[in-house]
Every structure is written in C-alpha cells, then in structure tokens.
C-alpha cells in the first residue's frame, strides 16, 4: 500500500508540473499584461512603461520568465501578486480555508442528500415519485453551476431577501457580534453558495447511486434477506446500501475537479473569498503569479481527491488490500 501511495503520489507531481506549465504559456500568450492600464494611459512616458516591465521581467523572453517562475517554486514562492501587492502565497493563504470549508460542506451535504435521494427512488421504483425525483435529478445534472448561482442570488436575496448578497461575513457588524452571532453571520453568507454546489452535486450522485443500488437489488443475499422477513426498508439500509457504496466511492474523486471548477463560478458570483474568487479576478488584471499559483494548488487537491477515493475504495473492499 505505501509502495503504491508513493508511485501515486509522483505521478500527481509530474500532473501537477504540466498543468502548471500550460497554464503559464497560455496566460502568458493572451494579450495584455499586468499593467494593461498604465501602458495605455497617455501620460505615462515610455521610461516608466519600460522600467515597470524591467521590474518585474516582463521584457524578458518566455522561456526566460518560465525558468525563473520554475526556480522560485523550487524555492518554495510562488510570486509575487501584482493585483494585490503581496506575495501570492499569502493571497492563497487566506482565501484557500474559505475554497475548503464551502467544498467540505458541499462534498458532505451532496452525498448525504443524493444517497437519501436515491434511496427514496429504489424504495418506490416505478412510482410517480420515482419518475418525478429522476427527472429533477436529471434537470439538476444538467444546469449550469454559474445559472443556478444567479437564479438563487435573485431569488433569496432580491426577491425574497433572506440571505446576504455575498461575502464569507458581515464587513460592518461581524466584529461586534458575539461568538454565537458570529457563527449565525458566517452560516447566512455560507448558505446560498453551498446550497448551489450542494444541489448540482447530489444530482449526479443521486443518479449513480440509485443505479447502483438497482444492479445489486437481484442479488442472492437480497432474496435470502427478504425470505427472512426483512422490510424492503431494512434490506436497502442494511444489505444493498453497503454494497452498493463502492461505485460511488469511485465518484468521490470524481468529485473534487467538479466541486472545485463550479467553485470557481459560484464564488466569483456570490464574492465568496476563495480561491476561485481571487483566480477569477486575476485572471481579468493579468495577474500571471496569481493565476498560475492558484491552477497549482487547484490542481494538487484534484490528484489529492483522487489518491482519496483509490485508499478509501481498498478500506471498503477487503479484496483490494492485498494489492
């Protein structure tokens, strides 16, 4: 098992190292720089324009620039942010807890409302309830991450004004709240934007594992459990769910790119202070260091998720342990 661990866990380093690679040509290449604005303003002299590039190598050749990102990452920096006048491993530093916590809690409320979703469907298969669940499973499955954020921004917050707008608190009230208003404050401006990722992802799991439970349904040890009297409830809860979580074990990993791309959108509509905020934004000023430090780190948690879903899938099943 650590043999296996440590092969994966150099071929995530090698993942990570093309993709951070690509995205550094690709933002290179589109037009403008960071200092788009100043050289188009007319009052700034061509010393100043030529000295900024200076500054900050951006006169440099490509390959050159690419070298000197590539040995200041093997010392550990990952640049400095031109947008936000600091380096980007504390821009990153503060905005990666919030890209968490909005994940964790939709990764969790995801599962947990699409297994019980499923579980509804193959309790009444073939009912109306049945049908209606999987069509808007399927309708769900379908939507954009970005036309749900809004439709629920206009509705929950313009419409019927319940929660905040956007943001991860309060900007005027949270420091003089209490420990107990603080954690109601933080919860309202949590709410809209894990709801969105909560309800596109229990979508696609509701569908997995309604269809995973159907294939092991005909099994032997289901006929023998319902020979020995057990309700059609019972032999869901405690026969066919257990076998019928491995499939979606597989679905975890899979998970971690979706969350973290609608992340990206969902944050960046409802001014969420994550990561994908602050890519998406740098992403507008140019601001290359930002952009490609936030793909590395987007992408080490994509192959963390999948080394996840390959350990918890051999925890699961016995068979795979040997291995």
């Known amino acids: 098992m650590l043999r296996y661990i440590a092969q994966r866990l150099a071929q995530a380093a090698v993942i990570v190292a093309i993709v951070a690679a690509i995205t550094f040509a690709l933002i290179h290449l589109a037009p403008g720089d ?33 070298v000197r990102y590539v040995s200041s990452l093997a010392h550990g920096e990952l640049g400095w942010s031109f947008s936000h006048e600091r380096p980007v491993r504390e821009v990153l530093g503060r905005a990666l807890p919030n890209t968490l916590l909005l994940m964790g809690v939709a990764l969790v409320g995801s599962f947990t409302l699409g297994i019980l979703i499923a579980l509804i469907q193959v309790a009444r298969r073939g009912s109306v309830t049945d049908q209606v669940l999987s069509g808007l499973s399927l309708f769900f499955f379908s939507m954009p991450d970005f036309w749900l954020a809004i439709l629920a921004l206009l509705t929950f917050t313009y419409w019927l004004p319940i929660f905040p707008v956007g943001g991860a608190v309060d900007p005027v009230m949270h420091e003089y709240l209490g420990l107990g208003g603080r954690l109601v404050d933080r919860l309202r401006h949590l709410a809209l934007p894990a709801l969105t990722l909560t309800v596109l992802a229990s979508a696609a799991v509701a569908r997995y594992q309604r269809a995973a439970l159907l294939d092991v349904l005909p099994a032997d040890y289901i006929r023998t459990a319902r020979l020995k009297g057990l309700t059609e409830r019972e032999i869901l809860r405690r026969h066919a769910l257990r076998n019928a979580l491995l499939p979606i074990i597989s679905l975890v990993g899979l998970s971690f790119p979706a969350l973290l791309t609608g992340a990206f ?9 994550g990561m994908g905020y602050a890519v998406v934004n740098a992403i507008g000023t140019r601001d290359y260091p930002l952009v490609v430090g936030g793909v590395i780190i987007g992408s080490i948690m994509v192959t963390l998720g999948s080394l996840l879903s390959d350990l918890l899938y051999a925890l699961a099943d016995p068979r795979l342990r040997s291995h």
Request: net charge negative.
């Open 34 to 66: 960071p200092f788009s604005a100043v050289m188009d303003n007319p009052n700034v002299s061509e010393t100043v324009r030529q000295t900024l590039r200076a500054q900050y190598g951006l006169d440099r050749p490509l390959p050159e620039q690419f």
């Open 265 to 273: 959108f969902v944050e960046k509509i409802f001014a969420w202070p």
